[in-house]
């Protein structure tokens, strides 16, 4: 039986992008998600159903063989602050119940499982950290955040468990901090302000900012976000006990932003409406991260020039309005 790549949350922002980039490397893979999308090629079974539904999940691994998971269905932030219980079911126990049900699947295939879980800068807190590195304080105020970093913890722990072995599983994860796309306008997180204001101003509407001015935070785009999980799950071993990862391409405030936006493309309007349970998240969020250890563990790089990183942004999305 060949070997199969898993991804839940293929509909999502990251999981769309990483099924296509493996999808056009011809791997076989298996797509969970709450809702299916219509068209699929030959290499591609895609599944209706929830992360939460363990005998599904269980299905998935004893009728085929998982080589790698990529695990992206989530509640965002702010979604997953209205309703905690259901945020700890999807965020929290149904990852930790996806873990177990990979690392017996090494087991029982003589295997070592890889399994990519995208976490974010969500874990930190109570205070906002300038250059926050992995080994940081980290106390979430967020149900967000706790789920998020209580799965940290669970992989990293059962990774340990099969570190020595050559079955079992083998736990990869990064700290996202907010993710901008030229093609997508995500709602429910945190950061989705800096797409959603580079939307408006593309099409030449007024902006409606739920944050302060001042607020500061990191930031990656939707392409480095894909190649440097592609980069990190392509390594055969990571020589490091550490499991989780930060990157980063630019940290900006608000008014940066628009000031860059406006330097681009001249007259665009912001209003401020601030938000405070959007306000008081993002100020236990770090103003930026400390990427030395993705540097010096998996080669990632990166330029971190917020006039490049912003015209480039701005100009693949007035490309994909007119198209």
């Not at 769309?16 to 797509?31: E, P, T």
């Not at 126990?93 to 295939?109: D, T, Y």
């Not at 059962?158 to 020595?164: M, Q, T």
């Not at 901090?177 to 030449?204: C, K």
Request: glycine content about 4%.
């Amino acid at each position: 039986m060949n070997s199969k790549i898993l991804i839940t949350g293929f509909n999502g922002e990251l999981g769309s992008k990483i099924l296509d980039f493996l999808a056009q490397k011809n791997y076989s893979i298996i797509g969970l998600d709450l809702n299916k999308k219509l068209s699929q090629s030959d290499n591609i079974e895609l599944i209706q159903g929830s992360i939460s539904d363990k005998d599904l999940i269980q299905s998935i691994f004893d009728n085929n063989i998982i080589s790698e998971v990529y695990h992206f269905a989530a509640l965002l932030s702010q979604t997953a602050a209205k309703d905690p219980k259901l945020a700890t079911e999807i965020n929290e126990n149904s990852s930790i119940n996806l873990i177990n049900c990979a690392a017996a699947h090494g087991v029982k295939n003589n295997i070592k499982v890889k399994i990519f879980f995208p976490s974010s800068i969500a874990v930190y807190g109570p205070r906002k950290i300038h250059n926050a590195s992995e080994f940081d304080i980290i106390k979430p105020t967020t149900i967000y955040g706790i789920n998020k970093l209580a799965v940290e913890q669970y992989g990293s722990k059962k990774h340990a468990e099969f570190d020595s072995k050559n079955y079992g599983i083998d736990f990869r994860s990064i700290r996202f901090p907010g993710v901008i796309s030229s093609d997508s306008i995500p709602t429910g997180g945190t950061t989705d302000y800096a797409p959603q204001m580079i939307h408006a101003a593309t099409t030449n509407k007024q902006y409606i900012c739920k944050l302060s001015k001042e607020t500061l935070l990191p930031f990656i785009s939707i392409d480095k976000t894909v190649s440097s999980i592609h980069q990190l799950m392509g390594m055969d071993t990571i020589n490091s006990t550490l499991r989780v990862f930060n990157i980063q391409e630019a940290s900006f405030s608000v008014e940066d932003l628009y000031k860059a936006i406006q330097h681009k493309l001249g007259d665009f309007k912001i209003e401020y409406a601030i938000d405070n349970k959007f306000q008081s998240v993002a100020d236990t969020w770090p103003s930026s991260l400390n990427c030395d250890e993705a540097k010096k563990r998996w080669k990632f790089s990166s330029s971190e020039d917020f006039e490049k990183f912003i015209k480039k942004i701005i100009n693949e999305m007035i490309k994909n309005e007119k198209n």
